[in-house]
C-alpha cells in the first residue's frame, strides 16, 4: 500500500480526508511546539485581544 499518494490529514480506516483544515485560532497564541511538532501547547489570549466572540 502506498501512503505517498495520500493528502495530509487522510484517515485510512475509513479511506476518508479529515477536517477542515483552514481555520485560524483567533483566541489562542501558541505557547510550546515540542521539536517535531508532536506535541503543541496553546495559551487563551487575554480578553482584550481576543475581540468580539
Known amino acids: ?9 487522510y484517515d485510512r480506516v475509513r479511506g476518508q480526508i479529515v477536517g477542515y483544515k483552514n481555520y485560524e485560532l483567533d483566541g489562542l497564541e501558541e505557547a510550546f511546539t515540542s521539536e517535531n511538532w508532536l506535541v503543541r501547547i496553546y495559551r487563551v489570549k487575554p480578553r482584550a485581544n481576543r475581540g468580539v466572540l
Open 1 to 9: 500500500m502506498c501512503l505517498a499518494s495520500r493528502p495530509h490529514g
